[in-house]
């Protein structure tokens, strides 16, 4: 029966620290591509440089505002050609005069769900000639991350709940089997604290046990996909692991923790019913 529950623990605590690992990266990803958005505020071709001055002034003292950058429109010009790589270089031989682009001011917030907002209010401004954040992708992208990020806390939560559930059960087992010593004890004048002492430290034992096998998972399987992630990089440039160091040692610290938990409510919890005699 030790050998079952110290199973029951492991098996549980594999799937809890896979999806938990899961689950951070995921939003640590979907923090990432938030923390991209940006305003980009186009300028009125017809607009001189103290307007334009006037403007980024304007926008600074948005208090929502983290820090914005200006981009003549000989820089978004080269940045154009960058991004089109060899058939790009056609727009670098454009003179100024020729050149069709905005003078743009790049805007970000202090935090993503300002853009929006951010966004509104430069509309409003003299010599503002279009605001652009992608409003549609943005707060389809919003609303994706914050759905998601609920509902994989309610699994988190639920797988948590389901693995001290079932590993409770089986240590109940395991105490159910020496039901008979236990009320012996009682019956010879044992304090409950005696008793249940040995059930307590055994508990512990059992969840540190069952802990053993997920912790070197979580640490030979996380730096293995820290060391090769870097070819799915070059596909997706928004694939990226949360570091190794120390994400995998506090993601093990933590999964020692419920395992010790688990196994400790499991025998204080399962021996109550036979201390009273």
Not at 177 to 203: D, Q
Not at 247 to 267: E, K, M, N, T, Y
Request: charged share 20%.
């Amino acid at each position: 029966m030790t050998v079952a529950s110290a199973g029951a623990v492991t098996v549980t605590l594999i799937l809890v620290s896979a999806f938990l690992a899961l689950m951070l990266n995921l939003n640590e990803t979907a923090n990432k591509i938030e923390s991209d958005v940006e305003v980009k505020v186009l300028i009125e071709t017809n607009a001189n440089d103290k307007e334009i001055e006037s403007l980024g002034e304007s926008i600074k003292v948005i208090e929502e505002v983290d820090y914005i950058v200006f981009k003549s429109k000989d820089e978004e010009l080269n940045s154009l050609a960058d991004s089109m790589g060899e058939y790009g270089e056609v727009y670098r031989t454009v003179g100024d005069d020729d050149n069709p682009l905005h003078h743009a001011y790049i805007v970000k917030g202090k935090t993503p769900t300002d853009t929006e907002m951010i966004a509104t209010e430069i509309e409003t401004m003299d010599h503002v000639e279009q605001v652009n954040y992608g409003k549609e992708y943005v707060d389809g992208l919003f609303t994706f991350n914050k759905y998601a990020r609920n509902v994989g806390l309610a699994l988190i939560i639920g797988l948590v709940l389901t693995a001290i559930f079932l590993i409770s059960n089986t240590i109940r087992i395991t105490i159910i089997a020496r039901s008979t010593e236990i009320g012996i004890m009682k019956l010879v004048g044992a304090t409950n604290g005696f008793i249940r002492w040995p059930f307590f430290i055994e508990g512990l034992l059992l969840g540190v046990l069952g802990s053993v096998l997920p912790i070197i998972g979580i640490l030979l399987g996380y730096n293995y996909l820290d060391q090769n992630i870097q070819s799915a990089k070059l596909q997706y440039d928004f694939v990226e692991l949360l570091p190794f160091n120390p994400f995998a040692w506090q993601l093990s610290a933590i999964v020692l923790i419920i395992g010790s938990f688990i196994g400790i409510w499991g025998s204080v919890m399962s021996v109550r019913k036979f201390l009273k005699v």
